[in-house]
């Protein structure tokens, strides 16, 4: 397959375990069909060139026929029987997974919890996942609110989420890579932007994040972003979002305890830096009209100290 099709988000990707046999499956389709498809006209025109010298050749026409139907019913098993295998590699793949996620998809944004029996070792991130390569993962799915899509091309197939009910999703990421995930149902205003960013790593990389991700952030050092988490804590924005060790624990919008590790915020909306989360934060209409978030008036003192503020918590 050729490199232009190996991107960060390609239906063409053969990053993980499902996506590798269902492009198998849709190869063998596309060839068995194509190749029939150019045998129908084959005959076709045959057929028309040759209709008016056929005149005594009923029998042999009839036998061409049965063997043509036989043809056709073995070629349909054939593409049956290659489903059902690829079904089963698909069932296979996620056996025993070694990590279980929960994924919450909000409009317009991924709520994001890494379950673990131990209640105070569950991870709470927002809009991004990181995987171990080579590790099976099973994804529950849910909804908080209209009927959104999970779709991670690289490395497998679409899930619905749905509200109301649980549907789950399992992957086995085999190259390490950074990928991008896309809201694939539309689900409302902000629907193009409610992408997923998705890192797979080595499983060392990967424990080392899961540890940063389920300490409390450290406390801010320099005076502007000790007085950020002060207009943080005390103002509107702790009442919708969390930050892990403090008085803010809202819990209507993404997690913030780890916002600054992030590569982008709003859903993929806006790369990570100093600029794009002032302007998110001052106003968040502009780049995302219609998203959940309000304009919190602030002063110029203050988005800086926020901002500051935010940018500390890695
Ligand atoms: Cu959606």
């Not at 997974?97 to 998809?105: D, H, K, Q």
């Not at 993404?254 to 934060?281: C, E, K």
Request: net charge neutral; aromatic share 8%.
């Amino acid at each position: 397959m050729s490199a232009a099709l190996h991107t960060i988000q390609s239906a063409a990707g053969n990053d993980g375990q499902h996506s590798v046999l269902i492009f198998h499956l849709f190869g063998i389709f596309l060839g068995v069909t194509s190749f029939f498809y150019l045998l129908v006209l084959i005959f076709l025109f045959w057929a028309i060139l040759r209709r008016r010298r056929e005149q005594s050749r009923e029998p042999a026409l009839r036998r061409s026929l049965v063997v043509w139907v036989v043809i056709i019913s073995l070629t349909l098993g054939g593409l049956t029987l290659a489903t059902w295998f690829t079904d089963r590699g698909l069932a296979q793949a996620g056996d025993r997974p070694g990590v279980e996620i929960t994924l919450i998809g909000h409009q317009w944004w991924w709520e994001v919890r890494y379950e673990n029996g131990d209640p105070s070792r569950i991870v709470h991130t927002a809009n991004e996942l990181h995987l171990p390569v080579g590790v099976p993962v099973q994804i529950s799915l849910r909804s908080d609110d209209v009927i959104h899509s999970l779709w991670i091309p690289n490395l497998a197939g679409k899930q619905d989420l749905i509200p109301g009910r649980v549907t789950d999703l399992s992957l086995l990421p085999l190259h390490e890579g950074i990928y991008r995930a896309q809201c694939a149902e539309y689900c409302g205003m902000q629907h193009t932007n409610m992408a997923l960013d998705v890192t797979v790593e080595s499983p060392e990389a990967f424990n080392l994040w899961r540890t940063q991700q389920l300490a409390s952030p450290a406390p801010p050092t320099t005076p502007l972003a000790q007085e950020g988490q002060t207009y943080f804590t005390r103002g509107p924005c702790a009442s919708c979002h969390n930050v892990a060790g403090t008085t803010a624990s809202g819990q209507v919008a993404p997690d913030l305890s780890h916002v600054a590790s992030r590569r982008s915020i709003a859903a993929g909306t806006l790369p990570m830096n100093h600029q794009n989360l002032a302007n998110w934060i001052a106003d968040p209409q502009a780049a995302k009209p219609g998203n959940n978030m309000p304009v919190v008036p602030l002063s110029p003192v203050q988005l800086n100290a926020i901002t500051a503020y935010l940018e500390t918590l890695r």
